[in-house]
């Protein structure tokens, strides 16, 4: 693991030592241990840092303001406590929940010096006890006495997606190429892996998987780190986003059998994701003329799509929360942090809008995903060819899960899960420019033309739940045709 305590640390006393003030994102302290202080300061420095384009704030105690000479502090903030509440947890509770920071506890040239590193406030502002601070020059302000910083701070939100935020900062070539899975890089997308180590560089650069820093060095983007990193857990802002698989005895999370979190990218390590998740689900005994074969209770296009789809739409400022798949007896869960941004009953034929849109576009490149808007329908057309009940969409306040269904038969199914087939089945015939008849529905649920009554039923409870209708008004009781609702 690459070791920031010691280059990075080092790195950062010697760069802040030579400044001639402190900054809007960079304060020095001796041995002020007001924990309301530093809550307070989180707040400033942080929302001062999405002001001036910094990735990272610091507070740093240890070093006298005025001449910047080293001096030592006795604050420790591991032994600090508000109360019987140890310091940090304190803080986490009082901060605004997706605030990220970090201590940092070394000795530089003899002498004890905390660092407290801040993550820039991205998509809102940092709080603390409800209220929001700025740094005016090197003064600590409340941002609501200051309305035109808080209009820019508000608009600078929209202008740096996730993908181009920083991983890790300042770090060598080497570094660069020991931490990201380079080859697998060049290799999903056909390129030939160049023959030096500038050629190599020159392409992660374009793709914006890494940027150039100071002093010749690089910096790591969130995109570059969450879908070629050999280690997620070696980038701390993103070692909670590894994908977690779970297993579970029967058809409830009572007993866990196995539970796996993914060490790679995304991206380089989606085949073998697949591979494991198929690996996992139960397979059902299909005997043909002459052999008899496994096959997957779920269609892997199906799963693969909505893994995909959960690494690509999830919402990365929700912190401490990551994809999951989890594996029952009768289903498959996969959960992703974030609401989805389209209406669910439109995913079919509407395009996905994702908050990573160059995270997405990149995955795309990399034949993980399908292209625009054909994703879902195959998820569809997937279950209908498994003769599965419809893929089902709940959304919670901070994430969304699809689950698939093991086979049942019609008679099995809910009436919900019948309605929801039925409309699905219209969409998926409506972006293929078809139209759903009794002939089609009883295909989609094998049922015999002599029960053709059972699929008449089923198509009045859809239209009466206002998801699909008539395409012909005038049309004959054997010709009608079905669309869904918004066709």
Not at 161 to 171: G, L, T, W, Y
Not at 236 to 248: E, Q, S
Not at 432 to 444: C, D, H, I, Q, V
């Amino acid at each position: 693991m690459y070791d920031k305590t010691t280059d990075y640390l080092y790195g950062l006393i010697k760069e802040f030592l030579a400044m001639p003030t402190e900054t809007e994102w960079l304060e020095f302290k001796l041995n002020n241990e007001s924990p309301d202080e530093i809550g307070e300061y989180i707040s400033a420095l942080g929302n001062s840092a999405t002001l001036m384009g910094k990735h990272f704030a610091y507070l740093i105690w240890g070093v006298e303001n005025k001449t910047h000479k080293v001096i030592g502090t006795t604050f420790n903030p591991k032994e600090s406590k508000v109360g019987n509440e140890e310091l940090e947890n304190w803080l986490l509770r009082l901060l605004s929940k997706r605030t990220h920071f970090i201590f940092y506890s070394f000795d530089y040239l003899g002498s004890p010096i905390v660092i407290l590193e801040i993550q820039h406030a991205s998509e809102s502002t940092i709080q603390f006890k409800n209220e929001e601070y700025i740094r005016v020059g090197s003064y600590k302000k409340k941002l609501k006495d200051y309305p035109a910083l808080e209009k820019d701070l508000w608009r600078s939100f929209d202008k740096t997606p996730f993908e181009s935020d920083i991983a890790i900062e300042n770090v060598t070539s080497e570094v660069v190429l020991k931490m990201l899975d380079y080859p697998a890089y060049f290799d999903l997308l056909g390129l030939n892996l160049p023959d030096d180590k500038n050629g190599i560089l020159h392409y992660l650069e374009q793709d914006n998987i890494i940027q150039k820093s100071i002093a010749g060095k690089y910096n790591i983007t969130n995109l570059g780190a969450v879908l070629f990193a050999k280690k997620l857990d070696e980038f701390r802002t993103l070692k909670r986003k590894a994908v977690r698989v779970i297993v579970y005895k029967g058809n409830g999370r009572i007993e866990t059998t196995r539970e796996q979190i993914g060490s790679k990218g995304y991206a380089s390590g989606f085949e073998g994701l697949i591979s494991f998740i198929d690996n996992l689900i139960p397979k059902n005994e299909v005997i043909g003329k002459a052999l008899r074969k496994d096959v997957s209770m779920y269609p892997e296009l199906a799963v693969r799509e909505l893994v995909a789809n959960a690494l690509i739409h999830q919402d990365f400022s929700i912190k401490g929360t990551s994809p999951t798949i989890e594996i029952f007896d009768n289903r498959i869960e996969i959960t992703n942090p974030g609401k989805p941004l389209i209406n669910i009953e439109r995913f079919v034929d509407n395009p996905p809008k994702s908050r990573n849109e160059e995270l997405a576009s990149l995955m795309r490149r990399c034949g993980i995903c399908e292209e625009r808007g054909s994703g879902f329908d195959k998820v569809v057309s997937q279950t209908e060819y498994y003769q599965l009940p419809p893929p089902k969409i709940d959304v919670y306040d901070e994430f969304t899960k699809v689950t698939l269904y093991s086979h049942i038969l019609f008679s099995q199914m809910s009436k919900l899960e019948r309605i929801q087939a039925c409309y699905l089945h219209a969409c998926l015939k409506q972006v293929n420019k078809e139209f759903a008849t009794n002939p089609s529905l009883r295909e989609r649920f094998n049922i015999q033309e002599k029960n053709r009554s059972m699929i008449s039923r089923l198509i009045k409870e859809t239209i009466e739940a206002g998801l699909v209708k008539l395409a012909d008004p005038n049309a004959s009781d054997k010709t009608k045709k079905y669309l869904p609702f918004w066709a």
